[in-house]
């Protein structure tokens, strides 16, 4: 690890980096200490930042014994609802979802609109889920789902590590 200006350690990641990652852990832990669903929204420039991300809030949710389970949107998968419901021990998890650039050109958002109709389900079910969105994503979520957007919990939006374009 590398030194700053003033000989303190220097992190590998920017301030919002870490600020998203203890407001994701910290809605994911009172959501378990509450025993209530937390529908989490966390959005990105890229993919290696929320597979950075994935990796650290990973981390986080093991040091308080619980697990997580990654479920990848494809077109072989949109209906994320049925595969989740077939997992055993749903309340000691969290769910990372993410993929969703994956189904947009054979499934014509199909994913978008499932997640709309069945938002009671994650509710209903004590979900805990964290899904992972590019910009470009997320900014399609309030039209295609706007439902589904008005469920979550809350969005973390991580700025870009570098600075501004």
Avoid: C
């Amino acid at each position: 690890m590398s030194k700053d200006l003033t000989g303190n350690a220097k992190s590998l990641y920017s301030k919002s980096f870490k600020n998203g990652i203890e407001n994701l852990r910290d809605e994911i832990q009172l959501a378990f200490q509450w025993n209530r669903p937390s529908i989490l929204f966390a959005i990105h420039n890229s993919i290696v930042g929320q597979i950075n991300s994935q990796k650290a809030l990973e981390q986080g949710i093991l040091n308080f014994n619980k697990k997580v389970k990654r479920i990848e949107a494809d077109d072989r998968s949109i209906n994320l609802i049925r595969t989740i419901i077939k997992i055993p021990d749903r309340e000691n998890i969290v769910f990372f979802i993410s993929g969703f650039e994956n189904t947009n050109s054979n499934s014509k958002n199909d994913v978008y609109k499932l997640l709309n109709m069945h938002r009671e389900f994650f509710v209903e079910n004590l979900i805990r889920a964290v899904f992972w969105f590019t910009k470009e994503e997320a900014a399609k979520l309030p039209h295609l789902a706007p439902d589904f957007w008005a469920f979550r919990h809350r969005a973390v939006e991580f700025a870009p590590t570098r600075g501004s374009k």
